[in-house]
């Protein structure tokens, strides 16, 4: 008897041994290198040591490849069962059927954290599809040396910080012809054409999606006006046509007072030698909020035909741990956008991150449509073409208005 | 016996193909074969194709901005083709010759070509940068005025192709090298013998020798040029305001970024003709041959 008891407690303990050493193994698949890589490696390790029931396996892909492989991931039926998507491209694969709803499996007092402007755009057709871990709105730096030596400066000798778009031409316009350098920098690709247009248009009082017609439509009117803006700060060279590395590099050295980049660059200019800078939310046009452009990172559940409900729930959980914890992924510039992470003390004990933090309620996102990937692009090309003097502002305006109507559903 | 050897023969030299032709088939010709296939269909990757039939080249042909790539292309081509094929003749001559450390200068001019094209590229963007770049500093001893080289839809695709030319230049200087090496030192002798000067060596012996070594060198720059993607990519970014966009840039933004995979074979098919054409060429050309030494 006394054996059959042992054997039994042995067995029992066996067999609740197999049950909690349960272990549900999941695949992640990240586009962040650098700091953000850091940052994204060390939530992989704390959570998989706080979680030994889920294992996290983590695989870094370099950025510039990482669509592509989460495009032949998704098509040869293998993709990771958590995965990064930005929010802007989401209805381009959304719409493809590859994102699994997970409203189901996360409570609703979560959710109602969020901001407003971010969680919606995590839907598509009702559905939650994904879930965003923060946003990165168009954010404006001052360089504070060349501001001083240019002379800008208000009677107590704070540099002159613009709050509306004239007086952002205006000084700029004296920070050229009092030291030869430039006024403002931007990269000519996405912040130009995409960002810094949705910024000037929202604060206009346009809006992209048409919810009547349940399609974009853009006023030829107000992107002739944003278009007048653009032009106006790239006249007489105040603003150096340039990429993303170039307008950075004169930013950094001294060589131009302004400049519009996203908040990403807070993981890199705090550290920067010999960078005095500040940073704040865009200007305005007079009379409106200072709407601005903002792209965020989501967390999202590829559909795969092995998919179970414990991976997906494994995977769920995952999520929602980083995205509770984003005060840590703040550290790469990013805004937290949940309101109590946002408040939090460990957020806020960053560094120069009350200066811009309002930019996150006011980050206009891109529109829930299909199409988006081709017609950003096209925002590009069209802007560039205006300050390189090929695209009057109306000619600009109108091949706006016609690309929109031709690429997005 | 004959017969049965030669059967045999052939038998053992396509066992000596199949490793090579199995993956030639499975890697080329397939994918070659479904691309022609799937440019008669609308199709975003993730659903089923659906058969449309010639729309996406009646669509391509309507396009501005695949007549521009096509443009773009072939100014590229126009661009570096006569620079690499005429100067990697001259200086492959004179690395022939009996210079001073001419093991140092063929080395030198090679390397370039053996760097990546992300390294050549991001390091020629630097060197054309306005503000910053080495290019404007030293044309600003001339008394230049700053260029902003790959902003400027005049200098953009120039400056692409000059960097293009210093990295590609040694391949074809190899190519030349080993041409102008089979020569017979014999034939130069007679020659001087005969009173030529080295200018007449050069014209007379030395280019038409080679004949078949240009035609090989023009055929492969002309290919190699046509399907510039990289530097522009990365230098320019297509801009700006997609003055430098090329066919295979336009290939690939609408296939893997807009996913608009039937509208890029179709394009695609239209580019393998043109290249068709140039290899058809080459092998007309290359067929005339006549020389022996």
Same mark, same amino acid.
């Given at each position: 008897?006394?054996?059959?008891? +042992?054997?039994?407690?042995?067995?029992?303990?066996?067999?609740?041994?197999?049950?909690?050493?349960?272990?549900?193994?999941?695949?992640?698949?990240?586009?962040?290198?650098?700091?953000?890589?850091?940052?994204?490696?060390?939530?992989?390790?704390?959570?998989?040591?706080?979680?030994?029931?889920?294992?996290?396996?983590?695989?870094?892909?370099?950025?510039?490849?990482?669509?592509?492989?989460?495009?032949?991931?998704?098509?040869?039926?293998?993709?990771?069962?958590?995965?990064?998507?930005?929010?802007?491209?989401?209805?381009?694969?959304?719409?493809?059927?590859?994102?699994?709803?997970?409203?189901? /499996?996360?409570?609703?007092?979560?959710?109602?954290?969020?901001?407003?402007?971010?969680?919606?755009?995590?839907? /598509? @057709?009702?559905?939650?599809?994904?879930?965003?871990?923060?946003?990165?709105?168009?954010?404006?730096?001052?360089?504070?040396?060349?501001?001083?030596?240019?002379?800008?400066?208000?009677?107590?000798?704070?540099?002159?910080?613009? *709050?509306?778009? @004239?007086?952002?031409?205006?000084?700029?316009?004296?920070?050229?012809?009092?030291?030869?350098?430039?006024?403002?920098?931007?990269?000519?690709?996405?912040?130009?054409?995409?960002?810094?247009?949705?910024?000037?248009?929202?604060?206009?009082?346009?809006?992209?999606?048409?919810?009547?017609?349940?399609?974009?439509?853009?006023?030829? @009117?107000?992107?002739?006006?944003?278009?007048?803006?653009?032009?106006?700060?790239? $006249?007489?060279?105040?603003?150096? +046509?340039?990429?993303?590395?170039?307008?950075?590099?004169?930013?950094?050295?001294?060589?131009?007072?302004?400049?519009?980049?996203?908040?990403?660059?807070?993981?890199?200019?705090?550290?920067?030698?010999?960078?005095?800078?500040?940073?704040? *939310?865009?200007?305005?046009?007079?009379?409106?909020?200072?709407?601005?452009?903002?792209?965020?990172? &989501?967390?999202?559940?590829?559909?795969?035909?092995? *998919?179970?409900? @414990?991976?997906?729930?494994?995977?769920?959980?995952?999520?929602?741990?980083?995205?509770?914890?984003?005060?840590?992924?703040?550290? $790469?510039?990013?805004?937290?956008?949940?309101?109590?992470?946002?408040?939090?003390?460990?957020?806020?004990?960053?560094?120069?991150?009350?200066?811009?933090?309002?930019?996150?309620?006011? $980050?206009?996102?891109?529109?829930?449509?299909?199409?988006?990937?081709?017609?950003?692009?096209?925002?590009?090309?069209?802007?560039?073409?205006?300050?390189?003097?090929?695209?009057?502002?109306?000619? =600009? =305006?109108?091949?706006?208005?016609?690309?929109?109507?031709?690429?997005?559903? | 016996?004959?017969?049965?050897?030669?059967?045999?023969?052939?038998?053992?030299?396509?066992?000596?193909?199949?490793?090579?032709?199995?993956?030639?088939?499975?890697?080329?010709?397939?994918?070659?074969?479904?691309?022609?296939?799937?440019?008669?269909?609308?199709?975003?990757?993730?659903?089923?194709?659906?058969?449309?039939?010639?729309?996406?080249?009646?669509?391509?042909?309507?396009?501005?901005?695949?007549?521009?790539?096509?443009?773009?292309?072939?100014?590229?081509?126009?661009?570096?083709?006569?620079?690499?094929?005429?100067?990697?003749?001259?200086? =492959?001559?004179?690395?022939?010759?009996?210079?001073?450390?001419?093991?140092?200068?063929?080395?030198?001019?090679?390397?370039?070509?053996?760097?990546?094209?992300?390294?050549?590229?991001?390091?020629?963007?630097?060197?054309?940068?306005?503000?910053?770049?080495?290019?404007?500093?030293?044309?600003?001893?001339?008394?230049?005025?700053?260029?902003?080289?790959?902003?400027?839809?005049?200098?953009?695709?120039?400056? +692409?192709?000059?960097?293009?030319?210093?990295?590609?230049?040694?391949?074809?200087?190899?190519?030349?090298? &080993?041409?102008?090496?089979?020569?017979?030192?014999?034939?130069?002798?007679?020659?001087?013998?005969?009173?030529?000067?080295?200018?007449?060596?050069?014209?007379?012996?030395?280019?038409?020798?080679?004949?078949?070594?240009?035609?090989?060198?023009?055929?492969?720059?002309?290919?190699?040029?046509?399907?510039?993607?990289? *530097?522009?990519?990365?230098?320019?970014?297509?801009?700006?305001?997609?003055?430098?966009?090329?066919?295979?840039?336009?290939?690939?933004?609408?296939?893997?970024?807009?996913?608009?995979?039937?509208?890029?074979? =179709?394009?695609?098919?239209?580019?393998?003709?043109?290249?068709?054409?140039?290899?058809?060429?080459?092998?007309?050309?290359?067929?005339?041959?006549?020389?022996?030494?």
């Amino acid at each position: 008897m006394k054996k059959f008891v +042992v054997l039994f407690v042995i067995l029992s303990v066996m067999f609740l041994g197999t049950l909690s050493a349960k272990n549900v193994e999941i695949t992640f698949w990240t586009l962040f290198s650098g700091g953000e890589g850091h940052i994204m490696t060390q939530f992989v390790e704390d959570f998989n040591a706080a979680h030994p029931e889920i294992t996290v396996k983590a695989q870094k892909i370099d950025w510039l490849e990482y669509y592509n492989k989460l495009l032949t991931g998704l098509i040869s039926g293998q993709p990771p069962d958590v995965a990064i998507m930005h929010l802007s491209v989401l209805p381009d694969y959304a719409s493809k059927g590859v994102l699994t709803p997970v409203k189901d /499996y996360v409570p609703k007092a979560f959710l109602d954290e969020y901001l407003p402007n971010i969680i919606e755009r995590a839907h /598509y @057709d009702g559905e939650l599809v994904a879930l965003p871990l923060d946003t990165h709105p168009l954010v404006f730096y001052y360089n504070k040396k060349v501001l001083e030596s240019a002379g800008l400066v208000d009677a107590n000798g704070n540099p002159k910080v613009p *709050q509306t778009w @004239d007086e952002y031409i205006a000084w700029g316009q004296d920070v050229q012809s009092a030291t030869g350098d430039y006024g403002a920098s931007i990269d000519k690709f996405g912040m130009l054409g995409e960002r810094w247009f949705i910024a000037l248009y929202n604060q206009l009082g346009g809006s992209f999606y048409n919810e009547e017609a349940g399609k974009v439509i853009i006023d030829p @009117d107000l992107a002739e006006e944003v278009y007048e803006i653009i032009n106006v700060s790239f $006249a007489g060279e105040m603003t150096p +046509v340039t990429d993303y590395d170039g307008g950075e590099a004169l930013f950094i050295n001294d060589k131009a007072a302004y400049h519009l980049n996203g908040v990403w660059a807070m993981a890199v200019y705090p550290d920067t030698e010999g960078l005095d800078f500040g940073v704040t *939310q865009v200007p305005a046009i007079e009379g409106s909020k200072p709407y601005t452009w903002g792209d965020s990172h &989501s967390i999202i559940f590829p559909r795969s035909p092995n *998919q179970s409900k @414990d991976k997906l729930e494994a995977a769920v959980t995952f999520a929602k741990w980083v995205v509770e914890h984003s005060y840590e992924w703040a550290n $790469a510039g990013h805004l937290p956008v949940l309101t109590d992470v946002l408040e939090s003390e460990e957020f806020l004990a960053l560094p120069m991150r009350e200066d811009y933090l309002d930019a996150a309620a006011n $980050a206009v996102l891109a529109p829930s449509v299909i199409g988006w990937l081709e017609f950003r692009e096209e925002m590009w090309e069209i802007c560039q073409k205006l300050v390189i003097g090929e695209f009057t502002e109306e000619e =600009a =305006a109108q091949e706006l208005v016609n690309k929109a109507n031709s690429i997005l559903q | 016996m004959i017969v049965t050897n030669k059967k045999r023969n052939n038998t053992l030299a396509y066992l000596f193909f199949l490793p090579f032709g199995l993956f030639f088939v499975l890697f080329k010709i397939y994918p070659f074969i479904r691309s022609l296939y799937l440019g008669f269909f609308k199709w975003d990757i993730f659903g089923s194709p659906e058969f449309i039939g010639l729309e996406n080249f009646y669509t391509l042909f309507g396009t501005d901005k695949f007549w521009e790539a096509l443009w773009h292309t072939l100014y590229f081509t126009i661009l570096t083709v006569p620079p690499l094929v005429i100067l990697g003749f001259l200086i =492959a001559i004179l690395l022939n010759s009996k210079i001073k450390f001419v093991g140092f200068f063929r080395a030198g001019f090679y390397i370039p070509y053996i760097l990546s094209i992300t390294v050549i590229s991001l390091m020629w963007k630097l060197m054309f940068n306005e503000t910053f770049g080495i290019v404007n500093k030293i044309t600003s001893i001339f008394g230049i005025e700053s260029i902003n080289w790959l902003n400027d839809p005049s200098y953009a695709m120039p400056a +692409v192709a000059f960097a293009t030319i210093w990295w590609t230049l040694g391949f074809n200087i190899i190519l030349y090298l &080993s041409a102008i090496q089979q020569i017979p030192d014999s034939y130069y002798e007679a020659a001087t013998l005969d009173g030529a000067n080295s200018w007449q060596r050069l014209i007379h012996i030395t280019v038409p020798l080679i004949k078949s070594t240009h035609v090989l060198v023009i055929i492969l720059q002309i290919i190699y040029s046509l399907q510039i993607f990289g *530097q522009v990519y990365i230098m320019t970014g297509g801009g700006p305001g997609g003055t430098t966009r090329t066919l295979v840039q336009y290939i690939y933004e609408n296939g893997f970024k807009y996913f608009k995979m039937g509208y890029a074979q =179709a394009n695609a098919a239209i580019f393998f003709l043109i290249m068709l054409g140039v290899a058809i060429a080459q092998v007309k050309l290359m067929s005339k041959r006549g020389e022996g030494y």
